[in-house]
């Protein structure tokens, strides 16, 4: 699509697979915008990554529940990029308040599907005239239980399949006009902090391998996913990826 240059927006970028494709488009040479909750982590990342690299790298913080304020954040981000807006990565999510639906607790529930589809919903709205104008990309992270039964993770399992409907949805209103390139990438089992903040655990953080019973992904496995659904030619898009463990056990 391009030579590199430009800049990309990427959501859940402290921790995980967002931090983990910030690293690696940081240094492929693009420019950063990074959003996440927790500002500490977000602006410790983007001055190493500043520092590491000769791209612009800024840091966005923002808490994705507050749907109120997306639209001016995401405004205020695209009046001050340093170049076009080459791509757009939502890999913002959470699935805390795990557990069988009779028994769980509810009270999570409301801030997964504000994170996990209502606020990326909202910020593909608001960031598709940007894209369209650069032919650029929008990937957005979904899971493998996007179109799977998950057991404990109904609400999870929902939002999944929530932003997999819209995506589609999408796809098929765009298909016609053209613009930006829509893909869907769903991992399996990544070792990030996703498990630990399911276990409770204090602070969060991703595992040993091997206290796994199988080998999980790792997060940049999923970055060099992202970075080679951006380098396709102008004229293929990945629609949809799934990728997973050999020998994953679900």
């Known amino acids: 699509m391009t030579d590199g240059r430009g800049t990309v927006l990427i959501t859940g970028a402290s921790s995980g697979i967002g931090e983990a494709t910030a690293r690696r488009l940081a240094g492929a040479g693009y420019d950063l915008a990074l959003i996440a909750r927790r500002a500490d982590r977000l602006e410790a ?37 340093t170049g076009h807006l080459r791509g757009a990565v939502l890999a913002a999510g959470h699935g805390r308040g795990h557990g069988q639906v009779r028994t769980a607790d509810p009270e999570p529930w409301e801030s997964q599907v504000l994170v996990n589809l209502l606020a990326p919903m909202m910020l593909i709205h608001r960031l598709l005239p940007a894209l369209d104008a650069t032919g650029g990309d929008l990937i957005v992270v979904g899971s493998v239980f996007d179109d799977r039964a998950a057991p404990g993770y109904a609400a999870y399992a929902a939002t999944k399949h929530g932003l997999k409907g819209f995506l589609r949805s999408l796809a098929a209103e765009e298909r016609p006009a053209g613009g930006c390139r829509l893909s869907l990438l ?25 206290a796994w019973p199988y080998h999980p992904l790792l997060a940049d496995d999923v970055a060099r996913t ?13 629609a ?10 679900y």
Not at 187 to 208: D, I, K, M, Y
Not at 226 to 238: C, D, G, K, S
């Open 45 to 81: 990342l983007a001055d190493e990554l500043a520092a590491a690299h000769a791209g612009h790298i800024r840091a966005v913080p923002l808490d994705l529940t507050r749907t109120g304020t997306l639209d001016s954040a995401v405004t205020g981000v695209l009046g001050q990029l």
């Open 186 to 210: 769903s991992p399996g089992s990544t070792n990030t902090e996703f498990a630990s903040v399911l276990s409770g655990a204090s602070p969060p953080q991703s595992h040993p391998v091997s």
């Open 226 to 238: 992202v970075e080679w659904i951006m380098n396709r030619p102008a004229h293929v898009r990945i």
């Open 240 to 249: 949809e990826i799934l990728i997973d463990p050999t020998d994953a056990r």
